[in-house]
């Protein structure tokens, strides 16, 4: 039984944002290659690529998942960056979650995603575990101010010595129990801690079968 459990509205670059000379240089989706080349090699040969700022007209790609109120922020977001950058256009692709991470996970592994990416949390072990597929943002920081989240966030961003993302929202789940099926197990008291949690999956398993949590999320169960 798995302690993991995904989040959700993490955000992916495979360039730094305004990095414009690096993301024409790499053809827009320098970080989403396929290479096994470790991320410290690959954000040294981009930083070097970069060089500077470019004032030339750039096209940058971007993708998230979502419903009607994300798709608008977004691309109100889209509209104020390019208000403050001219010379750069994002063209975004968007859609409901339905589908959308086997569409993704064939883009990552051929190299052809989105020049900036939402993924899940749990997308940087499925997909870059060693750090593969996303840029080291800490090689950006002459374009991407980190100082500007907590530091447990970016911890949790943290993959395989590689700064591979940057929350753009951190999110907190609430949850209902149905005592019926607790005390069909045998348990009388709502959980109260993790180990309390833990502990009602072995029972779960153990009274009621392999078929039956105390709380399923997505893939994640306990």
Known sequence: MSK?????????????VGAAGLLAACGGNSGAASSTAPAS????????????????????????WGGESRHN????????FSA???NITVNPTFAAWSGWEDTMSTKFA???AEDVCQINWNWLYNYSKNGQTFVDLNSTTDYLDLSQWDEAQLTACNV?????????????????WNMTTFNKAGITEVPKSLDDLMAAG???QEKLGDDY???????TTV
């Open 41 to 64: 090699s690959a954000a040294a040969a981009s930083v070097e690529a970069v060089g500077g700022l470019s004032s030339d007209p750039v096209t940058l790609t971007m993708s998230w």
């Open 202 to 204: 072995k029972t779960f």
């Open 73 to 80: 922020a977004y691309q109100d977001a889209i509209k104020a």
């Open 4 to 16: 993991a459990i995904s989040r959700r509205d993490f955000i992916k670059v495979t360039g730094a």
């Open 160 to 176: 395989a010595n590689a700064q591979q993302c940057v929350p753009v929202s951190m999110t907190g789940r609430i949850f209902y």
């Open 213 to 219: 949590y105390p709380l399923h999320l997505a893939l």
């Open 84 to 86: 403050e950058h001219s």
């Open 110 to 112: 051929g190299g052809v």
